[in-house]
């Protein structure tokens, strides 16, 4: 009598070691990529005005700002970039809710990010686009 199974049908046995290391270090580089990506994500995100008004209220037309290498001027105000605290309370106290910001060449990008900043601190939201002339 054969007991070790031989050819006669017996079954392979079905003991069998499974490494679970590789798939444990795999989950934990996919944990850790996915944890990145959505902080680079979420630090991404810039707000967007929506296009559309609601029924029944009026869409106001956007103030355009004229910014220079010394000045900030408009139809309204005219403030040198030293005061723009100023600007700030403007724009809040005109009740602007969008403007447009036509930005000359020989302005520097510190000038400009401050001016972008005081339009926001004024709750306006600001569209920039280069000096038309």
Known sequence: MD??????????????????????????????????TA????AGVQPVASGGT?????????????VSARRVTSALLDVPLAELPRLERSLRDASVRTATLEVDDDVSYDALVQVIDACRGARVDVTVSPASG
């Open 39 to 42: 902080v680079w994500t979420a």
């Open 54 to 66: 609601g029924p029944g209220e009026p869409s106001a037309p956007p103030l355009t700002l004229h």
């Open 3 to 36: 007991l070790a199974g031989g050819a006669r049908g017996g079954k392979k046995p079905l003991d069998t070691v499974i490494n679970l290391v590789p798939f444990i270090d795999l989950m934990a580089v996919t944990i850790a990529f996915l944890m990145l």
